[in-house]
């Protein structure tokens, strides 16, 4: 089945970096774009970016630039997104979710990895 | 602001119909999508492309669009159902897509 796993959990240091992968199965993962979603304690989801399929292009949140980067490796179906200079409040849920679209007017997200805590404290 | 304003908490009588609204201009020229959340797990599709339901979700949940505002209806809501409730959509720039705040739904 169509599956979406992410890497465990983590904690770092305020300053350091992250780096969460993804790893797709049952799908074609080139013919996909992939987003980046993450959700702070007792908080609404926050859209984080997007890679297309190839990996050549990518788009992140505003409040974000400079900080993170999207990859992936089209040879081991992962995707990766690695965040800077962590702060406490980059303490999420950090999830992976597949991004389907019809006729360029509606955009879903299926499936959802199972989430990574990420918890950014001295 | 959010591109995407949802209402914080709505209730609603066990059995009644709820209706969840997202506001957003972008919604005039893109569909909303829906997701629910329970606490303490994943986000699950529940309406995509206005009005569309994956296998596995009731058919008491629908989707609908009236210029810029977008809406989950819950006919004869559940218990269970009790959950937040984003929507979705792709943002003004083109390049970026955007959550709406979400909706606390209590069933009553």
């Known amino acids: 089945q169509v599956q979406l796993v992410q890497s465990g959990a983590e904690v770092k240091e305020p300053g350091a970096s992250v780096k969460v992968s993804c790893k797709a199965s049952g799908y074609s993962f080139t013919s996909y774009y992939v987003h980046w979603v993450r959700q702070a304690p007792g908080q609404g989801l926050e859209w984080m970016g997007v890679?297309?399929?190839?990996?050549?292009?990518?788009s992140y949140a505003q409040n974000l630039q400079g900080r993170v980067t999207m990859t992936r490796d089209t040879s081991t179906s992962t995707d990766y997104m690695e965040l800077s200079s962590l702060r406490s409040e980059d303490t999420a849920m950090y999830y992976c979710?597949?991004?389907?679209?019809?006729?360029?007017?509606?955009?879903?997200?299926?499936?959802w990895g199972q989430g990574t805590l990420v918890t950014v404290s001295s | 602001s959010s591109e995407l304003t949802q209402d914080p908490a709505v209730s609603v009588a066990l059995g009644q119909t709820v209706r969840i609204t997202c506001q957003g201009d972008i919604l005039r020229s893109y569909y909303a999508t829906w997701f629910q959340q329970k606490p303490g797990q994943t986000p699950v599709l529940v309406i995509y492309?206005?009005?569309n339901r994956p296998s596995g979700i009731p058919d008491r949940f629908s989707g609908s669009s009236s210029g810029s505002t977008a809406s989950l209806t819950i006919t004869g809501a559940q218990a269970e159902d009790e959950a937040d409730y984003y929507c979705?959509?792709?943002?003004?720039?083109?390049?970026?897509?955007?959550f709406g705040g979400g909706t606390k739904l209590t069933v009553l």
């Open positions: 979710a597949r991004d389907i679209s019809a006729a360029e007017t509606s955009w879903w997200l299926d499936p």
């Open positions: 890679i297309n399929p190839s990996g050549t292009w990518t």
């Open positions: 492309s206005k009005n």
């Open positions: 979705y959509s792709r943002g003004n720039s083109g390049h970026h897509w955007v």
